[in-house]
């Protein structure tokens, strides 16, 4: 292993934002990576562990040693007649994990193709799309601790598996490396095509009885219709969680806004869509020199090249306060600031 002294991070984050990290080292294994957890030379050393950097904003540099885990493998562990379980890097991208499974017919993931990031990064987020999440189809975690670099086994209980959430962005917080997950998926898929433009855009592709590798295809083409590449414009995806309101709240609002769109999570909650309120406040396709809201889909904040990290987190900030002037409804960040 290399450390590097003030490093940029900017390539290794899909906003594409300048951001030097005091230390750096890439960390190949689980050994490579507990070497340099118990190394007493960096024990008292602040870290900071950076995955796909799909998910972050760099407000600044990073005065610590920042530990870039990219270790890889797809093993398969075990399997019955209906299911397959797959021990997974961390390192992994995710969406090769995607690729993998819908070329050997292990059903459970193709809703989340083309999602950017680690599979590492995936059970923090708890990761979603058209109707799946992550928590669907995850056995277990596995991490080092940060301070002490021992091993240590989650279950999918005790990831306590939230909208966008985990017990690894609360409690446990900058405790744990994720080194790998385990997941279980079916040798006899059963499809989820009814969430979003999925049905249609299978329709649109003359797919009559889709395989997985159809559901897949179609939301590939759906992403990619209404999401840039953060090879071409920097951005991390959707910027704000789709907020949870009171049902009596929603049923209010539907009175003043009749095409307000709404998904009811239970009897007392429904789900509004971020990107309608977002352009319903004006911002879709707003611009203010190398940053802005995306054209085609408000709910992404971009960085069109040299944009600033605080210049971001300004413009969040007043989109938030609009929605709630407007609507009454507060927008949480999904995105990490740093």
């Not at 969680?241 to 909650?269: C, D, H, R, W």
Request: charge should be negative; hydrophobic fraction near 40%.
């Amino acid at each position: 292993m290399q450390i590097q002294s003030n490093f940029s991070l900017r390539h290794l984050n899909t906003f594409g934002l300048e951001s030097e990290a005091r230390y750096f080292v890439e960390a190949r294994t689980i050994e490579e990576l507990t070497e340099i957890l118990l190394d007493p030379v960096w024990k008292e050393t602040a870290k900071f562990i950076l995955g796909g950097g799909s998910n972050v904003l760099f407000t600044r540099n990073v005065d610590a040693l920042v530990i870039h885990p990219v270790i890889k493998g797809i093993e398969k562990i075990k399997e019955d007649e209906d299911h397959i379980w797959l021990k997974v890097g961390g390192g992994e991208v995710w969406h090769d994990l995607v690729m993998y499974c819908v070329e050997n017919n292990y059903g459970g993931i193709e809703n989340l193709s083309l999602i950017p990031g680690t599979v590492g990064a995936a059970p923090m987020q708890n990761i979603g799309a058209y109707g799946v999440e992550i928590k669907d189809v995850i056995e277990s975690v596995e991490g080092l601790g940060v301070q002490n670099g021992q091993k240590r086994t989650f279950t999918k209980e005790e990831c306590e598996f939230g909208y966008r959430e985990s017990v690894f962005k609360r409690v446990l917080k900058d405790q744990y490396v994720i080194t790998g997950a385990t997941f279980v998926l079916n040798k006899k898929p059963v499809l989820n095509v009814g969430y979003g433009d999925v049905k249609k855009t299978l329709e649109e592709m003359n797919v009559a009885s889709p395989t997985i590798s159809d559901v897949s295809s179609a939301i590939i083409q759906i992403r990619q219709s209404k999401l840039p590449d953060p090879a071409q414009i920097g951005n991390a995806g959707s910027f704000f969680k789709n907020p949870e309101i009171p049902s009596e709240q929603f049923a209010s609002l539907k009175e003043t806004f009749p095409e307000m769109p709404g998904y009811v999570v239970s009897n007392e909650k429904v789900k509004v869509p971020a990107g309608w309120l977002i352009e319903q406040a004006g911002w879709k396709g707003y611009r203010r020199g190398a940053i802005g809201v995306h054209d085609r889909q408000a709910l992404v904040l971009v960085n069109y090249g040299g944009g600033n990290g605080n210049d971001i987190k300004a413009l969040a900030e007043e989109i938030q306060e609009s929605v709630s002037f407007k609507f009454g409804i507060a927008l949480n960040a999904e995105v990490n600031f740093i």
